[in-house]
Structure formats: C-alpha cells, structure tokens
C-alpha cells in the first residue's frame, strides 16, 4: 500500500459555530440543520433569555455570548447519540468541553425560569375559555364543548441506560426513553398550557 500523505500532526478542523449567521442569512435550512430551529425562532428565544442574572457575572473573566451559549444548547439538545458528546459540540463550537456543559446549564436554567411567562392555566369564565369552546362546538359537536384541551406525548429514546433509577426508564417495546408531554388549550387558540417530562414507568 503506498502511503501520499502522512501528516506529523493530527489534522485541525475548524469550529463551525461561525458559519451560523451566514446560514442564518443565506442557507436556512442549514441553520435548521444544526440548531432544529429557524432563525427568527432562534432571535425570539434569545431575546427572551439574554437578561437572565444567570448570564452575568462580575468575575473579569466574561461569559461566552449569550446568543453563542444557546446555540450551543440547541445544538445539543436536536441531535442525539454520538453527535451530543461535549467533546463532539467542543470540536464544532471551538470552545473547552466545561464551557459547553456550562452553557448548556445555563441556557436550561434560563429557558425553565420562562416557565410562569408562557404557560398557564385561563381560568374557566375567561373570554379566551368562551372563545375556544364555541369553536369546538362549531367544529365537533355540542356534547364536546367543554373538551377544550389536548394533550399530545413523545416519546425521546435515550442512548444508554441512565445511570441513576435506570431500570424506571425502561419501557414495554425494551427502550430506554423520556416521556415528554405537552398540554395545550384547543387549536383555537393553540396556548402551551404545561409541559412535563418523565420516565415511562412514572
């Protein structure tokens, strides 16, 4: 076998993080791709996350940007097996493996903190409550009128058995996997009401 190239060093690669604002510009479905998520969707999320205390700090020593902290995050969470490790998300983003478990720690502390702002539960004699059950009176029929919620499930396989309660992961169809549902007001109106994950057994 003849051997062209042997290099003395292992090849570099460079981070791919930066490419983000040029897909997000030019080649959205990129930008998709990596983060599983538009880029508007992506300026809405950061908007609402940039003023969290969990981003400031008084240390001279900065934080990563917040808008790179939840790429990071994002990346993290649309992919799964091999492509999560904090070694693989280190080689795309350029930065230390502590720095993407740190960000992804913050960015999950900041997104759960945005609990109370997005969801709840309307009261039974609110105007949207009124509006919603005469849509599903006009769409199904009188009996369903007050059935204005829905509620929809996934299940997420995990790639190994966690370490802690594992056996509580396990499921009929011999998965490993998180259960995660969302509870919505009626496609009326289309409202995130709650949201839960769980194990299976659970």
């Known amino acids: 076998m003849r051997i062209l190239f042997k290099p003395d060093a292992p090849l570099v690669r460079a981070p791919q993080i930066q490419l983000l604002p040029h897909f997000a510009d030019h080649r959205p479905e990129l930008f ?4 599983r ?28 940007p ?9 990346n993290r969470a649309g992919h799964y097996g091999n492509a999560v490790t904090p070694e693989d998300v280190r080689q795309w983003a350029g ?68 370490s802690i309660y594992g056996e509580t992961f396990y499921d009929r169809k011999c998965n490993y996997l998180l259960n995660c549902q969302v509870h919505t007001i009626d496609q009326y109106e289309a409202k995130l009401m709650d949201f839960q994950a769980r194990c299976d057994a659970a």
């Open 32 to 35: 998709r791709k990596k983060l």
């Open 37 to 64: 998520i538009d880029p508007n969707t992506f300026d809405f999320i950061l908007d609402q996350i940039t003023d969290h205390p969990i981003f400031m700090n008084n240390s001279p020593n900065k934080q990563l």
């Open 66 to 74: 917040v808008a790179l902290q939840l790429a990071i995050f994002l």
């Open 95 to 162: 930065v230390s493996v502590g720095s993407v478990i740190n960000c992804t720690h913050c960015v999950m502390i900041a997104l759960l903190d945005q609990h109370e702002k997005f969801i709840y539960f309307p009261r039974v004699n609110a105007v949207e409550m009124e509006k919603v059950r005469v849509y599903v009176e006009e769409h199904t029929c009188v009996a369903w009128r007050n059935r204005v919620f829905a509620v929809d499930g996934l299940a997420v396989k995990l790639m190994s058995k966690p």
